[in-house]
């Protein structure tokens, strides 16, 4: 399969550049007979909505109008492909004129160059991060699928540091008041909006760190050893915009601790004494909460003057006065809870498929 | 597809259990009348058994002989299924029935009974580390196929720091001299030997840090959105045994810095001034050095006592008592190599496949 | 994969119920950097169109006008998904309410309603043959990309039965004058027609025989053991809607014959003195024409009253009033194109993966 | 992925060549916890052995002893992949000399050097129907795993035509006695005995025309519109060494036939009047017999003397005078049961994924 279909009992496969007529998605493998709320999916399109924050993320004034072409009759799938679109229509492609001959540092107008030859430049075309609204409907549609199995399942993300900011105190997956910053500790927003405010005053930018917690999914999801659990979250994280690093459990953190394990008790509604493992082992779920942590580079578009080279390999410098976020993260919160909700559907089919209850004899 | 399959144009579908009759794998895709050097494969594997190296790993005995049952004819590939196979030898099953009813803390004996109902519990089964061998033997032949197309390709990775002990320098990925802890720094390599001696005297373990650079890759490899090719590296990687996190680039690092972005200039080989991003923008090679990390946690099977429980949910205390490794992220070396060169070798064909000369007009 | 995706290199997803908002699909791994004509696209569609044909297929008044959303910028391919859509305007839902509760004979009422209890009643919903528009765009597509590297490359269908009508002389795949019954000799076309208006004016309907001929392309396209090349072929052709058998060169033919060899020869431009293999042997290509037939059966939906079942199994007598066409057989001629013409398209792209140029040493 | 993979939830992986060290499959997403009867795998490849049936079958005297290698432990399946190998014991190379640089006519020689410059020419290689043996180990294990969820299904298949000699009356898809030329006409065997015997001594060989039904399926299966049921089959089947062509139901009898539909009625088991369909409608099996027939040419290494190329071009005549059988057709039985057994358990997976009665709501 070429690159743009992820999941392989529930396909997404997503379509559409930034500035071109539409980008939509098609599901496939959508069990029958299921009734969706579409109005709670156009609600999570809004949640990744730049412009509707606060003017902390980018201005561009996107509609994100989801339209669902098949798949549903009557508000309920048919189990047939799910087709949705999202056209783009605050395109403003002009402005993205002075740079169709010029490989903006940090975009991937080198790459698709690279490897492509002809590229829409047009606010970076398939590169966008518009391209990420498919992933947040599909996800969200995901989400109400498992919620008919696991009623108790949450699965919810946040902003744990940005910048150099950090919480007060660890975070642990507890729903928390929608804000602009999807920040999930109350007295601390205020200060990161202080915070981003002045670094989007000066024209900078910064990263994120994501953090998202999957509770109350049973133990036995995961297809080893190449398909684990861990595996085809990191490479759905990863495949997000800006993304550079993936963490499950105490991640990184192991590398100098001991004790690699967690102990089992009887006692508790886990099993386990502790959850270093993020809740997979051997890259199935334990039943215990799933914790994943993901790093975003800040933003490339900043308003400094930077050296670069045109698509002729002329040196010049160049300065991006375009819309932009001073802190991408805080929108791909969304779409993190979407790629995580997208892949935990696709693995409860395999299981469904393979482990059936008719089978377990 | 289930889950013993990687790749979409050059797949590796692996099998085997631990102490079953034996392990292998099934590479389809590969390209015809290629001369593979059979005894190159035999050393990759030599290199990641366990017990060769100064009896800082794992003390079990494998022979680890590799045979090529098809795929290959008077030496050169038929551009069949290469199918290989390693037989276990050194079994000792018996190791392992005080275990039969107990879930070991930190391996995967619960998580997999959870899913599967019946387990094959001796050396962990399929969840043991032994099946990394076939990506091991895998990934050097599909490293030999790249070299034929990119001749100056260099695809190593070393240990940069085990449980608390960093090197004294950053390592750029060039090669270093072969030594039982895959430590690039020369002058390093005797303090880490001392350290994990110390800490297999104690029955301890700990973590490493494992990084591996990718060189003279040209420009143009990935297939976006999902499959970026730090999206399917960061996926490969995360499905290695004991793996809890991957990072590109700058990875974690860039959450608090800022200018996340490469300035490009003519004057360089790669075209760009610094390599924040690790090699990869858009998810697609920029023709510069790859660089992942993989954090790798303790062995589980340390000789300390712990809690868990039977398969019938009596609590018990247990301690491990047969072989382990101190630090199994030392093994991780040829493993994250094999892995890399799967993903390249994957992402070679689908570009060729898609993107080959005749096309680009 | 679920089942709406076809091809593995180079692939479409088809998505759309005949009463929904629309149809279309999604081809990912185009090759970048090419121009199409997408006005051949139009006229493609058109061929299929209902009603446009003298009156001899189904009266509906299908627009049929491709929307191209995403993957071609300034007229070429940008090498990311190409999303196409059709709307259907004429729906006329009301048709089908008689029709609701009620398993029409030998249509997928039943099978569909037993396998997603939740079905799209109207027209047929997934299950009309409307869904082929999309396998005619998507397939003159791939026939433009592939004429670029293969120039004389012809793939053409033709009926070469109708009901009990037969062709005077067998058809050797070579072009023909556009005729509403797709019959490729010129003095058989009159009575074709009249035979066909003689059995519409009576409300019953006839099957019919298709063959299609890929002709210039070279030897090796095909991967076995099963994806060969016939093998992929059977799967798309026997795939549209009415279709009921398949074959390949001598086909069923083959079966009292002896001799079932092609001698080879220096002396011809394919090599091979005799085709009756129909162009694949081993489930490669030879070079030779590649040649298969299609059986279609008659359309289901006659005048004719008829016995069935309520959903709620109360035995009822049905007749169709509907629109309908006397033969469906005709309209499939550029579908059955249009099938092969991506089969042919997704094989060269997986040949040149693991076969171009740069490895034959 | 690849063409030597079969299936999307239950896979067969297939290797070998004809005169290498063995051939083989791994089967990955076999449920968990099946005791499965090896003996009846062994039974199922002793029926396809060529030599073991009265001499009328080649005379390689393969001994065709399977043996399991993972994915099965203290007689139940574990879930994880069940890989199996074949030893080539009479592998007699020295018999293939003389055909090194020539293209036998009919053989697979040509084609597969076209595409991959370096072949085995060795038996066919990898084109060689020995590679059949892993379809028929594959189906046996599916078949037992089907039997689970349905005790009563049957899967049969017979000869129904042989060169000119046919049945005497059309075959019901019943079980038969086991006969050397799988002739489900218990008065006919002799007199086919004899025609064969003739055959056979005159150096010639003759196609056959395969009958397979399924019976005791549930409604339900198939994935439209690609992957329908009758689709998968025609694609399983044309992928057997030999097959020209498939027919499903009626077949290419519906060409000249009218009323192509099936009535439906509350008084019958399967509710439905007749079966011209074969048990699918719309991709999707109805609860009918499934019916499929299957066109097999004449075996083409026949004794007389023939005209081809050695591989410079040169021309020149060549005999075969190594094993050969006079009707390939006939071993062909329990390869097309085989197959059929593979689609309908990866089907049922299918839609055990994505249909489960947990989601009916």
């Known amino acids: 399969m070429p690159g743009n279909t992820i999941g392989q009992a529930f396909t997404l496969t997503s379509w559409g550049e930034s500035h071109g007529a539409a980008i939509g998605g098609v599901l496939d493998g959508v069990p029958p007979g299921i009734s969706l709320d579409i109005n709670k999916v156009q609600k999570a399109l809004d949640r990744r909505k730049p412009g509707g924050q606060h003017g902390l993320t980018s201005a561009r004034q996107e509609s994100d109008q989801i339209h669902i072409l098949s798949g549903l009759y009557d508000g309920k799938t048919l189990g047939t492909p799910l087709s949705f679109l999202i056209y783009n229509k605050?395109?403003?492609?002009?402005?993205?004129?002075?740079?169709?001959?010029?490989?903006?540092p940090g975009h991937a107008d080198y790459s698709y160059t690279m490897k492509y030859g002809h590229v829409d430049h047009r606010g970076g075309g398939r590169a966008s991060a518009r391209e990420?609204?498919?992933?947040?409907?599909?996800?969200?549609?995901?989400?109400?699928?498992?919620?008919?199995?696991?009623?108790?399942?949450?699965?919810?993300?946040?902003?744990?540091q940005m910048g150099t900011q950090k919480l007060n105190a660890s975070w642990s997956g507890h729903s928390y008041r929608e804000n602009p910053l999807f920040c999930p500790e109350e007295e601390t927003i205020q200060s990161w909006i202080a915070y981003l405010n002045d670094i989007k005053s000066q024209g900078r930018s910064v990263g994120a760190l994501i953090e998202v917690y999957v509770k109350n999914l049973p133990a036995g999801?995961?297809?080893?050893?190449?398909?684990?659990?861990?595996?085809?979250?990191?490479k759905a994280l990863m495949s997000i915009n800006a993304v550079k690093g993936v963490e499950i459990g105490d991640g990184f953190g192991c590398i100098a601790a001991e004790n690699g394990y967690d102990e089992l008790s009887a006692g508790t509604p886990s099993k386990h004494l502790t959850n270093k493992a993020g809740g997979i082992v051997g890259g199935i779920s334990t039943g215990q909460d799933i914790i994943c942590r993901v790093a975003l580079k800040p933003t490339s578009s900043t308003l400094q003057s930077r050296k670069t080279l045109t698509k002729d390999e002329i040196p010049v410098d160049v300065s991006i006065t375009g819309r932009h976020d001073p802190c991408v993260g805080i929108r791909a919160?969304?779409?993190?809870?979407?790629?995580?909700?997208?892949?935990?559907?696709?693995?409860?089919?395999?299981w469904q498929g393979q482990c059936g209850t008719t089978f377990r004899k």
Not at 136 to 152: C, D, K, M, N, Y
Request: glycine share 6%; no cysteine; aromatic share 8%.
């Open 221 to 234: 999801l995961g297809e080893p050893v190449y398909d684990k659990l861990d595996a085809d979250l990191a």
């Open 333 to 350: 919160v969304p779409i993190v809870e979407g790629m995580v909700s997208l892949i935990i559907m696709d693995h409860f089919l395999r």
């Open 132 to 160: 990420t609204a498919t992933r947040v409907a599909a996800g969200e549609i995901a989400r109400q699928i498992l919620q008919l199995s696991f009623p108790t399942l949450q699965i919810t993300a946040a902003v744990i």
């Open 90 to 104: 605050d395109q403003r492609s002009g402005d993205y004129d002075a740079f169709k001959n010029i490989y903006r």
